[in-house]
């Protein structure tokens, strides 16, 4: 008997220590997870940087700032500190968004403005986190001096203020994308934060007007109704992602360049574009010194607009026999556009095929729409700034989604 009870607690003790010795791995194996779980999530941390910051919390006071507005005024919280309400909106110049939504702005400005209200505008952007290949909208970057131009074509009527520097301003108030709004009361209390209203597209009329309904609520002494919403816009161009450039040149200088030969014939196919796409065409050679020098900017303008309705060509009229020097060139700008060199050596038969109207001075430029229509032409040199305009504006591209 005492034998079989012996047998008992010992099988008792044995399972007992089991237990204990499976609990003591369970709990290191947790341990060790939580660990790699906590490396991971800080690794995770690093590799993105602080390119999400905490949205300002409704009740909370305006944080303040200094910034420097377009007409070259400082502002400050106290620069509006005789408004009932303060309206400011992290908005920018190359996002199709908040491209839609500028006349929105003016309109309020403009209906809210006796009533007490200020309107102002803060572009949040680190304009060197900006990349081309997301300027396809837009004519303009987010530059302090591109903001200047935007400013003025459009007739702002309300403060546009430069953060991209530090961007400490949008740090502190939190915007997720472009247009962000927050809407402060008397005692810059924010009281609504969230988007303008829920129709994007300029034409279409928006079913909730949320911005005007929050400012009249607190005109009228009372809180919004709807006090917070999502954003749907442009990310925010935080400074981390300027290290998103190096692997993009890094892409571009992958991408292959070359060129073949064409005539007479296939220049005429050229010119009658029975693509979809808006052509852009230039005519160039690799001793003409303007054409060399402007080259690098229609480079730029295919890498911002190729990714829309858009395509861009050239044409070297070079001798044939400099093909390699031709394409050496082309490589050294990373020409991985569509590159052609005249297969003729009489140059007369080249002006004619291009456009009879040219008189035969390179560099020579034209933009055709599908179906051959020439809306651009220019003999010498581009001026960039107005062929971006030009091609942007141009009703198969367009500003807007």
Not at 26 to 40: H, R, T
Not at 216 to 229: K, R
Not at 239 to 257: F, G, L, M, S
Request: net charge positive; proline share 4%; with cysteine.
């Amino acid at each position: 008997m005492k034998i079989g009870i012996k047998i008992v607690m010992n099988q008792f003790r044995n399972q007992i220590t089991n237990l204990y010795l499976f609990i003591n791995f369970l709990f290191m194996k947790l341990i060790v997870f939580s660990a790699i779980a906590i490396i991971v999530l800080l690794s995770f941390k690093i590799e993105r940087g602080d390119d999400d910051y905490e949205t300002l919390a409704i009740g909370a006071k305006a944080p303040n700032f200094k910034l420097t507005g377009v007409d070259g005024k400082t502002y400050t919280l106290k620069s509006f500190s005789k408004s009932n309400v303060l309206v400011i909106i992290f908005t920018c110049n190359h996002c199709p968004t908040a491209q839609a939504y500028e006349e929105r702005i003016k309109q309020l400005t403009k209906d809210y403005s006796p009533k007490g209200v200020s309107v102002v505008a803060i572009s949040p952007n680190d304009p060197i986190a900006i990349r081309l290949d997301e300027l396809g909208y837009t004519d303009l970057s987010d530059t302090f001096e591109e903001m200047k131009i935007r400013s003025k074509q459009k007739k702002y009527n309300f403060p546009y203020l430069y953060d991209g520097k530090t961007q400490s301003v949008a740090k502190a108030y939190g915007p997720v994308a472009t247009p962000h709004v927050f809407i402060f009361d008397k005692e810059r209390k924010l009281r609504y934060q969230g988007r303008f209203d829920d129709v994007e597209k300029p034409t279409k009329t928006p079913n909730n007007f949320d911005t005007r309904n929050a400012i009249n609520a607190l005109l009228a002494n009372q809180q919004p109704t709807v006090q917070t919403t999502k954003v749907f816009g442009c990310s925010i161009k935080w400074a981390e992602k300027e290290k998103y450039q190096d692997k993009i040149k890094e892409d571009w200088a992958k991408e292959p360049v070359t060129v073949e030969m064409i005539d007479e014939s296939a220049i005429k196919d050229l010119l009658k574009n029975s693509s979809d796409k808006l052509r852009l065409i230039n005519v160039w050679a690799t001793w003409c010194g303007p054409c060399v020098t402007e080259f690098s900017e229609f480079i730029t303008i295919n890498r911002m607009y190729r990714g829309r309705d858009f395509e861009f060509i050239n044409i070297s009229a070079d001798d044939p026999a400099n093909k390699e020097k031709v394409l050496k060139f082309l490589k050294s700008k990373e020409a991985s556009s569509k590159n052609y060199l005249f297969s003729i050596d009489d140059k007369y038969k080249l002006i004619e095929a291009i456009d009879p109207k040219w008189q035969g001075a390179l560099p020579y430029t034209i933009l055709v729409e599908p179906g051959g229509k020439i809306v651009y032409g220019k003999q010498g040199r581009i001026n960039p700034a107005e062929m971006k305009k030009t091609i942007v504006e141009n009703k198969l591209i367009g500003r807007y989604y």
